[in-house]
């Protein structure tokens, strides 16, 4: 059964860190770009960060550039969101989800893990 699971979201006052965790199971991460997204309450899903397949290139997006780090460990079929200096605004359900390139479709979509900052 192909399954992304996400983890390591939680409470955290501004200023602190976080690091999220995508597990992949039933099939391996190595071919996929991963991507990071997040949506809050009333707004849209946001694009926060990308890691190709290829070559391992990132993308981030503006708002989280210089804070969040995104990587992966093919061995453990997981990738990694680190998030530092967190922002109330920061606050959302974060997702990853597969694709062939960062620019592609998404296909598989984990089932979120809740990050609220508090101010």
């Known amino acids: 059964q192909v399954q992304l699971v996400e983890s390591g979201g939680g409470l955290v006052q501004a200023g602190g860190s976080l690091r999220l965790s995508c597990a992949a199971s039933?099939?391996?991460?190595?071919?996929?770009?991963i991507g990071w997204f997040r949506q809050a309450p009333g707004k849209e899903r946001e694009g926060v960060s990308c890691i190709s397949s290829s070559d391992g290139s990132t993308y981030y997006a503006d708002s989280v550039k210089g804070r969040f780090t995104i990587s992966r460990d093919n061995a453990k079929n997981t990738v990694y969101l680190q998030m530092n200096s967190l922002k109330p605004e920061d606050t959302a359900v974060y997702y990853c989800?597969?694709?062939?390139?960062?620019?592609?479709?998404?296909?598989?979509w984990g089932q979120g893990t809740q990050v609220t900052v508090s101010s």
């Open positions: 989800a597969t694709a062939l390139g960062c620019r592609a479709h998404y296909d598989y």
């Open positions: 039933g099939f391996t991460l190595d071919y996929y770009a």
